[in-house]
């Protein structure tokens, strides 16, 4: 099992739908969570970040955290066509580095 | 100017060529990371160096190697190129103090005949 799973959709949704993202980990230890998005041809930018359980809002983007069941979500409310990219999870443990999933490609149409 | 820059943005090489991708950062981070990302593979980790005397093997470091010649920059090195190498090859640098946030630069697509 990869310490990360992340489906990589397509996923395609309506302007204005509310979008759910979602990965599992399996490491415990992990302690810190985070979303990154990429658009196209460029590299990842960090959108939300959080740590340990819990959620964090950030205008339309919610980031949500469960450690008991080893969960991570990005609620997109409102979606817009500039939400259009591809959205990677990523966790890691003090000391190591970043692990990321494989990325969710979104597309929301106009 | 980008805080992290990568040269070349597109390479074409043959088979067997040696190359030597570079990465430039004016964040004046500690940690800088080369990943390549394939579809459908996500991003995956090729070496890491947390400082300037220290360099890490990630997930995939087989037929590359890594050069940290100052705080500010890293270059990768393909020894011999193989068609599996072609890939989006990404920069990233952290800070060393704090959450694992990563700065990436634009990337370097990488193709091999």
């Known amino acids: 099992q990869k310490e990360v799973e992340q489906d990589p959709g397509p996923l395609s949704v309506p302007e204005g739908a509310i979008v759910s993202l979602n990965c599992t980990y399996s490491n415990s230890a992990f302690q810190y969570f985070m979303w990154y998005r990429q658009y196209s041809r460029k590299g990842p930018e960090l959108l939300m970040y959080t740590y340990s359980s819990g959620n964090k809002e950030d205008g339309r983007f919610t980031a949500q955290v469960d450690k008991s069941s080893k969960y991570i979500s990005l609620f997109i409310r409102d979606s817009q066509p500039s939400d259009s990219a591809t959205y990677l999870c990523a966790t890691y443990q003090a000391g190591t580095a970043l692990i990321f999933g494989k990325g969710t490609t979104l597309s929301v149409s106009s | 100017d980008a805080d992290v820059t990568q040269t070349p943005r597109n390479r074409i090489t043959k088979t067997g060529k040696r190359i030597m991708l570079e990465c430039s950062q004016t964040?004046?981070?500690?940690?800088m990371y080369w990943y390549r990302q394939d579809p459908g593979l996500g991003l995956r980790l090729i070496y890491y160096s947390f400082d300037v005397k220290d360099i890490n093997k990630g997930e995939i470091s087989d037929g590359y190697s890594v050069s940290r010649q100052a705080q500010a920059k890293f270059s990768l090195s393909l020894e011999s190129a193989i068609p599996n190498q072609t890939a989006l090859y990404f920069c990233?640098?952290?800070?060393?103090?704090?959450?694992?946030?990563?700065?990436f630069g634009p990337g370097t697509r990488l193709l091999v005949l």
């Open positions: 990233a640098t952290s800070d060393a103090v704090g959450s694992e946030t990563q700065y």
């Open positions: 964040k004046g981070h500690d940690r």
